[in-house]
Structure formats: C-alpha cells, structure tokens
C-alpha cells in the first residue's frame, strides 16, 4: 500500500514477470519492457495476472488478497525445490531483465529478448556455458559444478 493505492509488486516470478509495479485496479493495464501486463479480477482467481501474447491475454497467476504465513511459504518451497514434478529440480533456469529487455537461459537455451529481435544461442560445452553463466547473469560458477551437471542433475551451482 503506498499513498492510499494498493499495488502488486512481484520481482520473484521469473522471466515472464512484471518489472514494475502495477495498481490493483481491475482492468489496470501496463506496458513494461517489450511486455504488456493487464490486471482483472474475478470470482474464480481473485486476482488474475495476464501478459499480452500474440493478439490474446495469457494469464500468469491467480492470487488473493488473503494473509500468507511463514509456514504457507515453507511448504511451497519445500515443493519447488525438491519435488521430481517440479521444473526447478528438473532443468537449469537463470532468467535478468534489461533496460530494454530480458535474457533468459533455460538448460542449454539462451534467449536474449530486444525491442528489434530475439537471439537464440544454444550452449554446446563447458567452457561457453561458463562464460554465458559469468557474462550475462554475473554467476561465477562453483568449479565442482560441471555442464553435464547443469543440465542433467540436481545440483545447487
């Protein structure tokens, strides 16, 4: 709450995210990097996040407005973190938004969105997932961390 308006403030979602802050107003609308976010609010989901996609609205998230404990966020961690059925123990995922953009690594994938175009770079070895890790996301990796590690095991890097 600031200045007598509620927001929604979300860094942590990933890539896809919103970047700044938008009111919680049904309809709020926000155009943000070379993304389009719009706010609604509904009976089923509360609040429903979407992202303008290829002429339509695809939704992100649903959430209330309802108090979230400590422990509601242990559990969900929990989950994400060791679960076999979760895509963070099952694929590598580094994701930074620029001025103009984002860039996002998924396994060996690198995407680096711009307003005029989308470059996408497959990593083939070691060496350039390294530097890719150092270079865009300033990660300097453990060196007991290998890229056959990065993409087919669960390890912390």
């Given at each position: 709450?600031?200045?007598?308006?509620?927001?929604?403030a979300?860094t942590?979602f990933?890539?896809?995210g919103?970047r700044e802050p938008?009111?919680?107003i049904?309809g709020a609308?926000?155009?943000?990097g070379?993304?389009q976010?719009?706010l609604?609010?509904?009976?089923?989901?509360?609040?429903l996040?979407e992202?303008?996609?290829?002429?339509?609205?695809?939704?992100?998230?649903?959430?209330?407005?309802?108090?979230?404990?400590?422990?509601?966020?242990?559990?969900?961690?929990?989950?994400?973190s060791t679960s076999?059925?979760s895509p963070?123990?099952?694929h590598?995922?580094?994701?930074?938004?620029t001025p103009t953009?984002?860039i996002?690594l998924y396994?060996?994938?690198?995407?680096?969105?711009?307003?005029?175009?989308?470059?996408i770079?497959?990593?083939k070895d070691e060496?350039?997932?390294?530097?890719v890790?150092a270079?865009y996301?300033?990660?300097?990796?453990?060196?007991d961390?290998?890229?056959?590690?990065?993409?087919?095991k669960?390890?912390?890097?």
């Open positions: 709450h600031l200045a007598g308006q509620t927001w929604l979300d942590g990933g890539a896809q919103i938008l009111p919680l049904d609308t926000s155009t943000q070379l993304a976010y719009r609604t609010a509904g009976a089923r989901w509360g609040w996040l992202q303008a996609h290829q002429g339509a609205w695809r939704s992100l998230y649903g959430f209330t407005l309802e108090p979230f404990y400590p422990s509601d966020y242990a559990v969900m961690n929990h989950y994400h076999p059925a963070f123990t099952q590598r995922m580094l994701a930074i938004h953009g984002r996002a396994d060996n994938e690198l995407k680096i969105y711009a307003p005029e175009q989308t470059t770079r497959l990593i060496a350039e997932f390294r530097e890790v270079t996301f300033a990660v300097e990796l453990s060196p961390v290998s890229f056959t590690d990065a993409l087919d669960n390890v912390d890097l």
